[in-house]
């Protein structure tokens, strides 16, 4: 990957960020591309992971952090609760050492390059969903569409065999770059 995966990750909050600003107050409980997901469960989603990054990509376990983080985690202003955890999550990705620390997930451990890696993938197809539900422009950034592809195409399958995603959806051959990441990921744009 060419990109500083730090920067696309802060980048793929960013964006997702801007998305969760344009909710409407009665645009909550829309539901979006992830089947079992309205928006607040979606931006609640993206809120547990940006707080378990600074815990993991500090050495703790999963075991360590325990379920402090499990339910709801938006309270009564749920676009601070997004903003100021994406900022810690950006924090500690920037932290000196975060690429090459072991992070311990629950399936086992990998580099802090992964990681974050799998953290941005999250954060970007994730805006794509927020951005279908609340009826705003979907595109992604080009360079972050192309990163994540590329990452993607040799963690596709252990994804898919992992129930994560969905089948790959169907696409004509002349589909944009956006259009063929989100069919990987088992979106139809």
């Not at 815990?55 to 379920?67: C, P, S």
């Not at 794509?128 to 590329?150: M, Y």
């Not at 969905?166 to 259009?179: K, N």
Request: net charge negative; with cysteine.
């Amino acid at each position: 990957m060419s990109i500083d995966i730090r920067d696309a990750y802060r980048r793929a909050l960013d964006a997702f960020g801007q998305r969760v600003h344009l909710i409407k107050a009665d645009q909550w409980e829309v539901i979006t591309p992830c089947v079992d997901w309205n928006v607040r469960a979606l931006v609640n989603h993206l809120v547990n992971e940006s707080l378990w990054a600074p815990e993991l990509l500090a050495g703790r376990t999963v075991g360590e952090v325990g379920d402090v983080f499990d339910g709801d985690l938006l309270g009564d202003d749920p676009i601070k609760a997004f903003d100021t955890a994406a900022h810690e999550a950006v924090q500690a990705s920037a932290s000196a050492g975060a690429l090459t620390r072991v992070v311990h997930l629950s399936f086992g451990d990998v580099p802090g390059e992964e990681y974050i890696t799998e953290l941005f993938a999250d954060a970007l197809i994730h805006t794509w969903d927020l951005s279908q539900a609340i009826g705003v422009v979907d595109r992604l950034d080009p360079e972050l569409v192309d990163a994540c592809a590329t990452w993607f195409a040799g963690a596709e399958e252990a994804y898919r065999q992992s129930g994560v995603i969905g089948e790959h959806a169907e696409v004509p051959a002349e589909a944009d770059p956006q259009t063929r990441l989100l069919a990987a990921w088992g979106r139809r744009a």
